[in-house]
């Protein structure tokens, strides 16, 4: 499931004992150039994440923990390229495919339903990626950028004088 993303690490329910598991995601460079490519940015300078992975319910995980990083990316006024910092917290509960949706959430629109545990395990590197993804700006504007539009002429602003430009000035 996860054969396309630059990234990945599997956990499986199997190996997470009792009183949980701590994870650790710190990708090399070259690993952090694929995931700019993929996610879109000019580069990943930094990215780690610090997972805590423990059994929930009969044959369910949760996953929490905190994901910290800097992306490059170009800004929307400027278009000079600066780096932004990444910070999202991370809470996920896993369930096996296939778990009944409870009765009471079905007609709760705020209910999130539970993310899947695919074959016995979870992808925790598929997982802070999302993350990531979702903590990129992606309407990234540098510190102390300002859009200022261009100074216009009230007068040129006006339809009729767009019609009288392209009427000439014939009448004179």
Do not use: W
């Given at each position: 499931?996860?054969?396309?993303?630059?990234f990945?690490?599997?956990?499986?329910?199997?190996?997470?004992?009792?009183?949980?598991?701590?994870?650790?995601?710190?990708?090399a460079?070259?690993?952090?150039?694929?995931?700019?490519?993929?996610?879109?940015?000019?580069?990943?300078?930094?990215?780690?994440?610090r997972?805590?992975?423990?059994?929930?319910?009969?044959?369910?995980?949760?996953?929490?923990?905190?994901?910290e990083?800097?992306?490059?990316?170009?800004?929307?006024?400027?278009?000079?390229?600066?780096e932004?910092?990444?910070?999202?917290?991370?809470?996920?509960?896993?369930?096996?495919?296939?778990?009944?949706?409870?009765?009471?959430?079905?007609?709760?629109?705020?209910?999130?339903?539970?993310?899947?545990?695919?074959?016995?395990?979870i992808?925790?590197?598929?997982?802070?990626?999302?993350?990531?993804?979702?903590?990129?700006d992606?309407?990234?504007?540098?510190?102390?950028?300002?859009?200022?539009?261009?100074?216009?002429?009230?007068?040129?602003?006006?339809?009729?004088s767009?019609?009288?430009?392209?009427?000439?000035?014939?009448?004179?």
């Amino acid at each position: 499931m996860t054969d396309h993303l630059p990234f990945s690490q599997s956990v499986s329910l199997a190996e997470v004992p009792p009183h949980g598991l701590d994870v650790r995601i710190a990708p090399a460079e070259a690993v952090r150039e694929s995931l700019a490519k993929h996610l879109g940015v000019l580069a990943v300078p930094s990215f780690a994440a610090r997972l805590h992975v423990a059994p929930e319910g009969r044959d369910g995980l949760r996953v929490t923990g905190t994901l910290e990083a800097s992306v490059v990316q170009v800004c929307g006024v400027t278009l000079e390229p600066f780096e932004a910092p990444v910070k999202e917290v991370v809470d996920v509960h896993f369930v096996p495919a296939g778990t009944p949706v409870p009765p009471e959430a079905e007609d709760d629109e705020t209910y999130e339903p539970p993310d899947e545990i695919d074959n016995g395990s979870i992808d925790v590197g598929a997982l802070a990626m999302e993350f990531l993804a979702l903590g990129i700006d992606p309407y990234p504007r540098k510190p102390g950028a300002v859009f200022e539009p261009p100074a216009e002429d009230p007068a040129a602003a006006s339809p009729f004088s767009a019609l009288a430009r392209l009427k000439g000035d014939d009448d004179a």
